[in-house]
């Protein structure tokens, strides 16, 4: 069992950063995939950014590939969402989750879920 907890959300400006922070209870999560999911107001959960268990592998969404970084840090039990030259687009309730996605990393075969953390950017 995984407990996911997202923080680091806020209200920012276009063109600034955020880093988003997942930190993952239970010592299965460095054996899991991790993945960032966002759901805007009225639309459906959209991927944003996976990595594999071992951070050998990345994948991101077209939307915001060149801008937005995953990594993550097994012995700190923790993956991040480092994202910069954010767009008023941007904004949505962002998710981690862990698991192992047997279709791909951009699919939603995730197990574990985290609650969410609201990112808002303001134009």
């Known amino acids: 069992q995984v407990q996911l907890v997202e923080s680091g959300g806020g209200l920012v400006q276009a063109g600034d950063s955020l880093r988003l922070s997942c930190a993952a209870s239970?010592?299965?999560?460095?054996?899991?995939?991790m993945g960032w999911f966002r759901q805007a107001p009225g639309r459906d959960y959209e991927f944003v950014a996976a990595?594999?268990?071992?951070?050998?592998?990345?994948h991101y969404a077209d939307s915001v590939k060149g801008r937005f970084t995953i990594s993550r840090d097994n012995a700190k039990n923790t993956g991040y969402l480092q994202m910069d030259s954010l767009k008023p687009e941007d904004t949505a309730v962002y998710y981690c989750?862990?698991?192992?996605?047997?279709?791909?990393?951009?699919?939603?075969?995730?197990?574990?879920w985290g609650q969410g953390t609201q990112v808002t950017v303001s134009s």
């Open positions: 989750a862990a698991g192992t996605p047997t279709h791909g990393l951009g699919t939603y075969e995730y197990d574990y």
């Open positions: 239970g010592r299965t999560f460095s054996s899991y995939a």
């Open positions: 990595v594999t268990y071992n951070s050998a592998r990345t």
